[in-house]
T-cell receptor, first 114, second 109 residues
Framework: GAGVSQSPRYKVAKRGQDVALRCDPISGHVSLFWYQQALGQGPEFLTYFQNEAQLDKSGLPSDRFFAERPEGSVSTLKIQRTQQEDSAVYLC????????????FGQGTRLTVV | AQRVTQPEKLLSVFKGAPVELKCNYSYSGSPELFWYVQYSRQRLQLLLRHISRESIKGFTADLNKGETSFHLKKPFAQEEDSAMYYCALSGQGAQKLVFGQGTRLTINP
């Protein structure tokens, strides 16, 4: 595809539901990142993959958050037992493996927990 | 700790006037600094990065290690510059980005 694709674009979940957010990175991009952006804030790092290996998950706010990238391409961010404070835009970004290279962002998934 | 501070949440200037969006950072080492921009209804995209030392859409940013700043400047603002601007850094050996809170720039006609 032409860029990073995320689905769904919008998700409304009832408190306590599980959700799964999908990211299709740019073909051939080794690095994949997930960020969380609360209203009025800048994006905050959640987790980082290099191919299928999750090298950094220091930003995941709780053990309800889980991310995977089993074949080194598509990634899924799963949130279990959603809570209101999980409401945010979830951004996925991909880049080639090189320090200082540009990260290409998807449009994001806006999650609203009611 | 890595931190990026953008002191202005909102900035409004008239078309043709100079623009400066402030960014200060804290990092114990040599970071890579970036400016990302998000135009209305578009995705976040890279505007410029300090290592390339280039001017994009008339914008420049100079890394001042003494003042730990990376302010974004443009001598003559245009209406199409209205957008959300985020300053970000990545640490040595890392690719993850630490973002500031963002500054919403509005250019008035």
């Amino acid at each position: 595809g032409a860029g990073v694709s995320q689905s769904p674009r919008y998700k409304v979940a009832k408190r306590g539901q599980d959700v799964a957010l999908r990211c299709d990175p740019i073909s051939g991009h080794v690095s994949l990142f997930w960020y969380q952006q609360a209203l009025g804030q800048g994006p905050e790092f959640l987790t980082y993959f290099q191919n299928e290996a999750q090298l950094d998950k220091s930003g995941l706010p709780s053990d309800r958050f889980f991310a995977e990238r089993p074949e080194g391409s598509v990634s899924t961010l799963k949130i279990q037992r959603t809570q209101q404070e999980d409401s945010a835009v979830y951004l996925c970004a991909s880049s080639s493996y090189k320090e200082g290279t540009e990260a290409f962002f998807g449009q994001g998934t806006r999650l609203t927990v009611v | 700790a890595q931190r990026v501070t953008q002191p202005e949440k909102l900035l409004s200037v008239f078309k043709g006037a100079p623009v400066e969006l402030k960014c200060n950072y804290s990092y114990s080492g040599s970071p890579e600094l970036f400016w990302y921009v998000q135009y209305s209804r578009q995705r976040l995209q890279l505007l410029l990065r300090h290592i390339s030392r280039e001017s994009i859409k008339g914008f420049t940013a100079d890394l001042n290690k003494g003042e730990t700043s990376f302010h974004l400047k443009k001598p003559f603002a245009q209406e199409e510059d209205s957008a959300m601007y985020y300053c970000a850094l990545s640490g040595q050996g890392a690719q993850k980005l630490v973002f500031g809170q963002g500054t919403r720039l509005t250019i008035n006609p």
